[in-house]
């Protein structure tokens, strides 16, 4: 990380000027360098395996049944998802943002919060409720209705959409609400008062209103579906392939071919990752109507009447279904010495997966490579974020505008496909190796996560005028006072969100870190499936319960933190 | 305490020129208007007295001391230049005295002497009660004398002022025109202000500069400029005018359109524009200069406002005393009798181009 920007003020002192430009430079050096390349250097090698142009290697790959079922399934999967997410996420927002629902606030925080929840979690539990042949949902659902066969088998690509949208409808609803939260309330009530009825209202200006956001919100979660490999790896469980269990399984193959068949593979992700970046970004993303305005916006808040009730009825057997089911489950097992019954029957009741979490030293150096590693992602990445944010919000240096395209780039990207293309480049090939050590997933964590800490403190600064630091200058303070004491203070709350909104993915990574951990460098993901796959899913439920547990800390410590003006 | 000098200021973002050529000079203790309509250069020329902009070419000072040139640029925060923005810029983070303090704290004054001059200025601005308060407890006006406070407290030698009262109501308008004034005659501090609102220039200014496109118009006292604009964009912009059309021939006026005429006795020849003041043009039974037909009249407490039809189309605006409200009937056949006015040169085009 010689290149990393926080090198750059110390060269760059006496030009005041030049400052924004070497920073510029330093930015774009370390994503040519780690992103860029990469990236190219696998689309080179899908087509010049041998270092000559061929197709036959596309041809080879695309034809072989399994690979082509695994294309097959991946669209199926993803687009099915990402229409029932929105679905369920547009009423869903409707309802816990715009109208008198019951426990409206406790349903948005379960629903954000559950975006944070690795997806993985997810599909352990839901293997353990609805395995085909002892799920313990299947056995309750069975002995209610009288079943002689048990109802749902998980392990179908029915299975698979099921746990994908419950796990990534909250990506839809976050932004699907956000947008509503943003609508000023004046456009509807202008509406109104050109004699529209409410359904009307409805119907013909926010429906169309929200049409760009609810787009946006549909392709992030077919995209996140399409490059998930937590949930189909462990749902599918070697019977229903996608695109990413065949390339994590091929990079297990290993050798050249392995390689060089995964790389190729994975340009099929990588295009629809780029036409999916394109269409959020330069199609949808021009139509968005809604800007935000200075002004405080007071949705107006639609009276449900005699709805109210049954509509709290109907979100709360959703929330239980989706949220409280699941990870009850995950706990349950965590307790549990035998996985056929519960933790409640006689005899069956254990802590000791529990307390290995605390002495087992394949787990506690998982947790010191992950808090590493994580920690070090997030402390870089915000501080590229804060020069980024200041850059984008302060300046008009030319050129600015590079390093955010590419950082929005490496978002958009896959996990498995930065993953790839760091394992192929970095292996010393080009002068750098860093094969095998934690700095490469430190390296792939930010690529793949910078983007949410740039996006928060960019809107932080947008929200501080440049009149509240011009006021400080012309007060006499120099421009490091005025940063010290006017802009730190005022952004700090979203340092704070931003540093964990990139260390909270990273900590419990699992995709990327399943293609570059080594024996030295294993994380917290990757021994937590090691030992869903393999050994023990007790244990593996005891991670992920202690994982859900930290998730709820971090919440609650940010909130704290930050006076209640963020919380993940 | 402070003069000013500005020679042949230029600026250019990317390739539109916002200011074309910006040639004045400020006196100690005077109190300067920048008038004109939003997107003419003012809030520019201020922004780079205040150093946040640089010209890009010709040489600001401040007391004979060059602050911006081709070789010289002194940054904002060593020209110890007072200003109130504005969007206030009162920091969200700190109480009213921090906020009113943080000038003297960049100072580095001791902390007794801190506390005295901050509670000084906070009895002229009128906070006194309000030292504890963070920004968001305070009203718009409330935060607005922050503004103000903080602007004053290190007794700047020059101090700027950018639209400090749009975003205030009329009546908080009002009474604050007449504070800052005050505050300025008290302190004797030289003070620019930028405004795109006549009456505030008006009432507040010992000199107006009218600036319209990147060009100063004209130069003066507010007398000077309501009685005498130097053309047709200063006549229409400060004040109201009415402008009728005509030909100048054998010491009359022809009005376009409408075959009267009016005396005149000036030098110009062939087309012209009669510029005049609503207000003094009156409303006659009989005789009169001008005859027409009174269309509208209405009621605003202090005048009637009417317009008058003259043969031929053209309608023009009187301000004429309250009581010729009830004097006068719509419908009405009128007499106008005309007050001071201007005529120009009517060129058909350039309603900017300086006439004096």
């Known amino acids: 990380m010689e290149t990393g920007a926080s090198a750059a003020p110390k060269t760059a002192k006496k030009f005041y000027f030049d400052i924004k430009w070497v920073a510029i430079f330093a930015i774009i050096m370390f994503l040519t360098v780690f992103e860029v390349f990469p990236l190219f250097y696998l689309v080179y090698r899908a087509f010049f395996p041998e270092g000559a142009f061929t197709l036959s290697e596309f041809q080879d790959v695309y034809s072989y049944p399994l690979n082509w079922i695994a294309v097959r399934n991946t669209v199926i999967t993803a687009g099915s998802s990402m229409l029932l997410g929105v679905l369920i996420a547009f009423p869903l927002a409707w309802l816990v943002g715009r109208t008198n629902l019951y426990f409206k606030k406790f349903f948005r925080t379960l629903f954000v919060m559950t975006y944070m929840v690795p997806p993985y979690v997810g599909a352990m539990a839901w293997l353990k409720l609805l395995n085909p042949t002892v799920g313990t949902l299947n056995k309750i659902l069975a002995a209610i209705f009288g079943l002689s066969d048990l109802p749902f088998n998980i392990e179908t690509i029915g299975g698979m959409i099921w746990v994908l949208t419950t796990f990534y409808y909250p990506y839809a609803f976050i932004t699907i609400s956000r947008a509503m939260e943003k609508m000023d309330p004046s456009l509807e009530e202008a509406s109104k008062i050109s004699g529209a009825s409410p359904l009307r209202t409805l119907m013909t200006i926010t429906l169309p209103m929200m049409a760009p956001s609810v787009v946006a919100a549909g392709l992030l979660v077919f995209i996140s579906a399409a490059s998930c490999y937590g949930i189909p790896s462990i749902v599918g469980a070697g019977k229903v392939n996608t695109v990413t269990t065949r390339i994590i399984d091929l990079v297990y193959v290993g050798g050249t071919q392995g390689l060089v068949d995964a790389v190729t593979l994975a340009v099929f992700l990588m295009v629809i990752a780029n036409v999916v970046l394109y269409l959020s970004t330069f199609v949808v993303g021009r139509k968005q109507y809604i800007t935000v305005s200075g002004k405080s916006v007071r949705p107006n808040i639609v009276d449900l009447g005699k709805w109210r009730v049954p509509l709290t009825i109907l979100v709360i057997v959703f929330a239980v279904v989706v949220v409280a089911i699941p990870f009850i489950s995950v706990f349950d097992t965590s307790f549990s010495i035998r996985m056929g019954k519960t933790a409640w029957d006689e005899g069956n009741f254990t802590i000791k997966y529990w307390a290995s979490l605390f002495s087992r030293k394949q787990i506690l150096n998982a947790m010191q490579h992950s808090l590493i590693a994580a920690a070090s992602a997030a402390t870089a990445g915000i501080g590229i974020s804060c020069v980024m944010a200041y850059l984008l919000t302060r300046t008009r240096a030319r050129g600015r505008r590079i390093p955010d395209f590419l950082i929005t780039l490496g978002s958009g990207t896959p996990s498995i496909v930065i993953a790839l293309g760091l394992i192929m480049t970095m292996n010393g090939k080009f002068v750098i190796n860093i094969y095998n050590t934690l700095l490469i997933m430190i390296i792939a964590y930010m690529i793949k996560y910078l983007l949410m800490g740039m996006r928060t403190i960019v809107s932080a600064m947008t929200q501080i005028h440049a009149s509240l630091e011009e006021a400080a200058l012309i007060s006499g303070a120099s421009w490091f006072r005025s940063f010290k004491d006017i802009t730190i203070p005022l952004i700090a709350p979203s340092v704070v969100a931003g540093w964990f909104l990139i260390f909270m993915p990273c900590f419990y990574e699992l995709t990327m870190s399943t293609i570059l951990y080594s024996t030295n460098t294993t994380t917290i993901g990757v021994i937590l499936f090691r030992f869903q796959d393999y050994d023990s899913q007790q244990m593996a439920s005891a991670m992920a319960g202690a994982i859900l547990i930290f998730i709820v800390l971090v919440n609650w410590l940010l909130n704290k933190l930050t006076k209640g003006k963020f919380s993940i | ?356």
């Open chain 2, 1 to 356: 305490m402070a003069t000013i000098q500005i020679e042949n200021v230029r600026k250019c973002f990317g390739n539109i020129e916002v200011l074309k050529g910006f040639n004045q000079n400020v006196e100690d203790k005077e109190f300067i208007t920048l008038l004109g309509p939003s997107g003419c250069g003012k809030t520019t020329m201020l922004r780079m007295l205040a150093g946040f902009e640089k010209p890009t070419s010709g040489t600001i000072s401040i007391d004979n001391k060059v602050v911006s040139s081709d070789k010289t640029f002194v940054p904002p925060e060593k020209r110890d230049i007072g200003m109130v923005f504005q969007s206030y810029a009162v920091w969200p983070h700190m109480t009213v005295f921090d906020n009113i303090a943080y000038p003297l704290k960049i100072k580095k004054l001791p902390k007794e002497e801190i506390r005295q001059k901050v509670e000084a200025i906070m009895e002229v601005v009128h906070l006194s009660q309000y030292a504890d308060r963070i920004p968001s407890q305070l009203s718009g006006g409330q935060q607005q004398r922050v503004a103000l406070g903080r602007a004053l407290v290190a007794e700047p030698r020059l101090l700027l002022l950018d639209e400090p009262l749009s975003n205030l109501d009329a009546k908080l308008r009002e009474s604050m025109r007449f504070e800052i004034k005050e505050i300025q005659r008290k302190l004797g501090i030289t003070v620019v202000y930028v405004t795109h609102d006549q009456i505030e220039a008006m009432t507040m200014s010992d000199r107006i500069i009218v600036i319209n496109d990147g060009i100063i118009q004209q130069v003066g006292g507010p007398m000077d400029i309501y009685r005498h604009p130097a053309n047709q964009f200063v006549a229409a912009f400060v004040g109201k005018i009415v402008f009728l059309h005509g030909d100048t021939g054998r010491g009359k006026i022809t009005v376009t359109g409408t075959g009267q005429t009016l005396d005149y006795d000036g030098e110009l020849t062939g087309k012209v524009i009669v510029a005049i003041r609503p207000e003094s043009i009156h409303l006659l039974k009989k005789g009169g200069i001008l005859h027409g037909v009174l269309k509208t009249k209405v009621f605003m407490g202090d005048v009637n406002d009417c317009t008058v039809e003259l043969p031929g189309g053209d309608t023009i605006r009187v301000i004429a005393p309250p009581e010729t409200y009830d004097e006068y009937e719509t419908g009405e056949e009128v007499g106008l009798e005309f007050g001071a006015c201007h005529v120009y040169e009517d060129d058909g085009s350039d309603v900017t181009r300086i006439l004096t």
